[in-house]
């Protein structure tokens, strides 16, 4: 399969715990992209690189929300300290410049 | 923010009549991205419209742009049980980051 890959696909946590979640870009790609979305809304923008740099990182993340796309291949979004808002369904796309963006299947959060 | 705004926010239709619509965004523009998402799953891309385009066509899938009202419509024609889903448009923007920003979506509900 050679579409965006996230993983994990469903994640549990208990508050106050770090996670980690990991998406491996369509192969080339050099935009990735990382979304929230809770229910019923449409996907929020979180932050996006263009090969290794980050171009931006939304304002309505907190510190405690980290993205790394080393040598500008997978990327991982970290997320410390977890709180119940955390929860969301959390979305990776990769493009190349200008164009078509796809999405994988998401990974589940879920702060209990 | 949002970016763009999808119009109407649920529709309703039979089987067999077409679904169109709508969405408006508020920058000037490199391209224009449809998606469907059924329920809890990832975003499945669509079509891709740019800026210098006036309107495009996929199978049953009918896209329109008119950049002078910043404006877009998409129009599924003989509509199935399986249209049944979200729809969401995105935009970039030219003189930003061109990230990519999503709608809050049309909920599509096809009744058989």
């Known amino acids: 399969d050679t579409g965006v890959s996230q993983d994990p696909r469903h994640k549990i946590t208990k508050r106050g715990q770090n996670v980690t979640f990991r998406c491996d870009p369509i192969?080339?790609?050099?935009?990735l992209y990382w979304y929230r979305q809770t229910l019923g809304q449409g996907p929020e923008f979180l932050t996006y690189f263009q090969n290794e740099a980050q171009l931006e990182k939304s304002r309505l993340l907190s510190d405690r929300f980290s993205a790394e796309r080393p040598k500008g291949s997978f990327s991982t979004l970290e997320i410390q300290r977890t709180e119940q808002g955390d929860s969301a369904m959390y979305l990776c796309a990769s493009s190349f410049i200008l164009s078509e963006a796809f999405f994988g299947q998401g990974t589940r959060l879920t702060v209990v | 923010s949002q970016q763009g705004e999808e119009d109407p926010q649920a529709l309703s239709i039979q089987e067999g009549e077409n679904a169109t619509m709508n969405c408006s965004y508020k920058t000037s523009i490199n391209n224009l991205q449809w998606y469907r998402q059924n329920s809890g799953r990832g975003l499945v891309h669509l079509i891709l419209i740019r800026s210098n385009e006036r309107e495009k066509h996929s199978g049953r899938l009918r896209v329109t742009l008119d950049t002078s009202k910043k404006s877009s419509s998409l129009l599924i024609t003989a509509s199935r049980a399986a249209d049944t889903a979200s729809y969401f448009c995105?935009?970039?923007?030219?003189?930003?980051?061109?990230?990519?920003?999503f709608g809050q979506g049309t909920r599509l509900t096809i009744n058989p």
């Open positions: 192969s080339e790609h050099n935009r």
């Open positions: 995105a935009t970039d923007d030219v003189q930003g980051a061109q990230k990519l920003v």
